[in-house]
């Protein structure tokens, strides 16, 4: 069934899309865009003489201050994105009717094209030449006769012609009409092959065959669309016996959170400043959309179990992730609860406060997610799923985005696609760009910014490896002070520290970190690109 599985999350996301582009926040960012791309023209049509030079520098800021004004946009979506991870998906009906998947057998009729026009007979009365009158006729019949004689050959001719064009014509109509008739058969033996499956799908979904329980709600799982970043990868199994459905979910890792709390414009500088965003308020936050994601997640097997297939639920939220401590790649469980449809279903999840709901279900939530301090699994996803199977219930796991994203990963992509993105945004951007140097820590640019005035020399760092600290801002700020350079660009894949925005802080230097970027590809670049960790064994 992945084919159906495939279908549902296309439509699912595409429904998704184009709610969230009727939101007033993504107006409200549009707007802001739209008057900042404005005040960046006008700055750019100014003339060059001293009284509009200071027309051109007055509009440059105001071009500054709405970037700014667009990247706290971008923020408070983003965040509204978050905040609302529950709520978003009550308004959704995530039962899937089967029958619905059906398409109907309908087939184009046949059309011949200019094959089932046929050429018109040659007719003898266009040919025949006209009777004699005056000269002619006196001139006698003989004229007249060897005037026939050649029409008639002419005729004779057109239509031996024509005859052979036309059993030809009849010859290749038949043929296109057999092609027709076998791609037909084909295509509708197609339709009633898969309307059948449809069929054996859905009976064995409603008669609680476990392997099709398991594959049901993974398209109930698959079709529920996330904001970026967000991985959508699970393990499902079912105990029969029981009706026990059992979830293992892999949690967003915090990066997710924008480390970002207000961009300023300081116009003596000429800086685009970032206001880090508080430890405190990143893991209360982080905890939220744990428990968010964890009731919605419930939520939508039980508002698409139409069928009581499922009488208890078990949900093991996970995270796979790199300790920044001790650089290993690690896998904890931060979230763990077990629950029954019926208690559940009474809930009003309008109205609830996502992490004391949680606690009044008796799961178990990390108090300090963003330390990666795990909880006891409430059950042992492993130990059930070996159950299941012994019991004849179905296991499967399902990477929802690995099936269908084609979205470039900017993890795993080569070194020289890797710089060649950055290249090309910078480019976009306003910046001149040449060949990169490469370290042992990433790659490095030279770059130059023509415009007059506010221009000059650009470092630019690039990282993909662990997130940036204090010691690599002061890094690039003493090669900004080395090249002589008027600013200075780090893009850190794999995040930015606290640390390292209190380092800059009144310094030329701008930090971009893995979902910046991601960002300013979209909007520069047209690229959707996404950043996602292979899995890794343990170093």
Not at 103 to 118: C, H, Q, S
């Amino acid at each position: 069934m992945g084919i159906i599985r495939d279908m549902q999350r296309v439509h699912a996301t595409q429904t998704a899309e184009a709610q969230r582009a009727n939101t007033a926040a993504a107006q409200q960012r549009d707007l802001i865009r739209r008057n900042a791309d404005l005040a960046i023209a006008a700055a750019q049509q100014a003339a060059s003489d001293a009284e509009r030079q200071r027309e051109q520098r007055r509009l440059y800021s105001e071009a500054r201050t709405a970037d700014a004004a667009a990247a706290n946009a971008d923020v408070r979506a983003r965040l509204a994105d978050l905040d609302t991870l529950l709520l978003s998906t009550l308004d959704v009906d995530d039962h899937i009717d089967l029958q619905t998947l059906k398409k109907p057998i309908a087939v184009p009729p046949f059309d011949p094209g200019p094959l089932g026009r046929p050429v018109p007979e040659p007719v003898w009365d266009r040919y025949l030449p006209p009777q004699p009158r005056g000269v002619g006729k006196i001139l006698g019949d003989r004229l007249y006769q060897q005037q026939t004689a050649g029409a008639r050959r002419n005729y004779e001719d057109a239509r031996a012609r024509w005859s052979e064009g036309e059993q030809t014509r009849r010859r290749r109509l038949a043929a296109r009409r057999r092609a027709y008739d076998e791609s037909k058969r084909k295509y509708e033996a197609k339709l009633v092959a898969y309307n059948a499956e449809v069929d054996r799908f859905a009976s064995a979904v409603a008669s609680a065959d476990p392997a099709s329980v398991v594959e049901y709600f993974a398209m109930v799982l698959g079709n529920s669309v996330y904001p970026d970043n967000f991985p959508q990868h699970f393990r499902l199994a079912y105990l029969p016996k029981q009706r026990h459905l059992l979830i293992e979910y892999h949690l967003p890792p915090i990066e997710v959170i924008p480390v970002v709390k207000e961009y300023r414009y300081d116009r003596v500088r000429d800086d685009l400043a970032a206001i880090p965003r508080d430890q405190a308020e990143i893991r209360r936050r982080y905890v939220e959309i744990i428990a968010q994601v964890t009731l919605r997640t419930v939520h939508e097997i039980v508002e698409a179990d139409r069928g009581a297939l499922v009488h208890q639920i078990s949900f093991n939220g996970i995270v796979d992730t790199i300790d920044r401590r001790t650089g290993r790649f690690v896998r904890p469980c931060l979230v763990s609860l077990k629950t029954d449809r019926d208690t559940f279903a009474a809930i009003k999840l309008r109205r609830v406060d996502p992490v004391a709901c949680l606690t009044y279900l008796q799961g178990v939530l990390s108090a300090t997610p963003d330390e990666l301090n795990g909880v006891q699994p409430v059950i042992d996803f492993d130990r059930a799923a070996d159950r299941a199977d012994l019991e004849g219930g179905g296991t499967e796991e399902f990477n929802v985005l690995a099936e269908i994203d084609e979205r470039p990963n900017l993890v795993t992509m080569g070194e020289d696609a890797w710089e060649q993105t950055l290249a090309e945004l910078f480019s976009v951007m306003g910046l001149q760009i040449g060949a990169p140097t490469r370290t042992g820590q990433g790659a490095r640019w030279l770059a130059t910014d023509p415009r007059p005035v506010f221009g000059g020399p650009v470092v630019v760092y690039a990282t993909r490896g662990d997130s940036a600290g204090a010691a690599a801002a002061h890094s690039l700020a003493g090669a900004v002070v080395a090249a002589g350079a008027t600013k200075g660009i780090l893009v850190a894949l794999g995040g930015v520290d606290p640390q390292a925005y209190e380092a800059v802080a009144g310094r030329p230097l701008e930090l971009i970190d893995g979902p910046a970027l991601v960002t300013l590809l979209a909007k520069y670049c047209g690229l959707k690109a996404r950043i996602e960790h292979p899995e890794h064994a343990e170093a």
